[in-house]
């Protein structure tokens, strides 16, 4: 990989030391473990953002935020996969909110067999670095997860009010597809 991390105010960091961090968090810190994480990931949104804005220009690119949605969607998929986040598939879910999906997400462990999705670091990074794409506050909630067994970690992201009611219908027992369907 010829990306600068040092450069763009990043760190290499291996998975076993991600996963192995969000284990001993869970287990000290119980359920703040959660914010604690997704705090962490938010406070790095805007390197990562910057990162990607320099990658694109290294590759030739427009700025992220001007780039084509097709071409976004490639090419952030390239730039999570070089940095080592895993192989991203970025798609929508009834035209209302993006979809990022991975069978091999770093921060996910398959082997920690959680009860609810636990890529909380992930979810407050995406939510920075797309809030600073799209111009506008997004939220992030991860709604499949392979540390609890699903084949792929599936982050959806959205405006506020929209992961609102997608998380009050999946508390309610919905599936998160119908609980946005039913916003249409």
Do not use: K
Not at 15 to 23: E, I
Not at 37 to 46: K, N, P, R, S
Not at 87 to 94: A, E, K, N
Request: proline share 3%; with cysteine; hydrophobic share 45%.
């Amino acid at each position: 990989m010829s990306f600068d991390l040092a450069g763009n105010g990043m760190v290499g960091l291996t998975r076993d030391a991600l996963v192995t961090l969000r284990s001993v968090l869970f287990r000290d810190a119980g359920a703040n473990a959660a914010a604690y994480l997704q705090e962490a990931g938010y406070a790095g949104g805007a390197a990562l953002y910057q990162a990607f804005v320099a990658w694109s220009a290294s590759h030739g690119l427009p700025a992220p935020e001007s780039m084509p949605a097709s071409e976004f969607q490639e090419r952030g998929a390239e730039f999570f996969a070089e940095l080592g986040w895993g192989s991203v598939i970025v798609g929508t879910l009834h035209d209302s909110v993006l979809t990022l999906d991975s069978a091999n997400w770093a921060e996910s462990d398959p082997a920690s067999a959680m009860q609810f999705p636990g890529c909380y670091l992930s979810a407050g990074l995406l939510a920075d670095f797309f809030g600073r794409v799209a111009g506008a506050p997004l939220a992030v909630m991860e709604v499949e997860c392979r540390s609890m067994g699903s084949e792929r970690c599936r982050f959806l992201l959205g405006s506020a009010e929209t992961m609102q009611h997608i998380y009050d219908g999946m508390s309610q027992g919905v599936h998160y597809d119908a609980a946005l369907e039913q916003m249409a």
